[in-house]
């Protein structure tokens, strides 16, 4: 057992080196620049655009596919704590990509990284892979609605965007209402984003509650949802 993990170890190691070593190459200080100030100085940038960054990364994240759900986890924690924002990404891209392998048992360890360096880009990421590990169930989705880390509750709003008709609505109107008294702007764009991609499937459906709950929704919420009715 020893042997397995030690030979796990050194594999992320040298992976983790070239990711570095491929992302350090590509490197923009000038576009970093740019990029922080869009994200409103939260986070520090390599500055790669985010087709450059997938081409230069698959080949190495491709290979991975069967390692395993807790080596993929591992990963893309290790991949958390480095302080560019395109670690993150890659952490993305890597959990997207080997998607299937995930599994209920690992939900919690997706919203951990849901509450750590939290910000629209990367909750909404992990809202679709989430929402693919859940293939239809809602797993944890209750407690995320409550939780006091607004991005975990926009999780919980997200989390069924593109399932159309395997939509829970009764969940996804009860989840809206639940919140619809929140002023934070992520919640009040959450709930409108929710019904929006929800009336791509039952438009007559979401005009209707809309129609009928105006007065609780708020109007970026209202306004969101009735966008392309």
Known sequence: ???????????????????????????DPERASGMRAYMRDQFDYLGIPTPARRAAIRPLLKPLKGSGSAQLIGLANELWERPEREYQYAALDLLNMH???????????????????????SVDALAT??????????????????????WMRRIALLHQLGWRGKTDHVRLYSYCIALAH?????????IGWALRDYARHAPDDVRQFTQQNKSVLSALSYREANKHL
């Open 1 to 27: 057992m020893r042997h397995i993990l030690a030979y796990f170890g050194n594999m992320k190691t040298n992976l983790l080196q070239q990711l570095q070593g491929e992302l350090q190459a590509l490197a």
């Open 99 to 121: 998607s299937k392998e995930l599994g209920f048992a690992d939900i919690p360890a997706l919203l951990s990284l849901v509450q750590r360096k939290s910000w629209w880009d």
């Open 129 to 150: 892979i989430i929402g693919d590990v859940l293939q239809g169930q809602h797993d944890y989705m209750d407690e995320a609605l409550a939780h006091d880390n607004f």
């Open 182 to 190: 929140e002023k934070e702007f992520f919640i009040q764009k959450a």
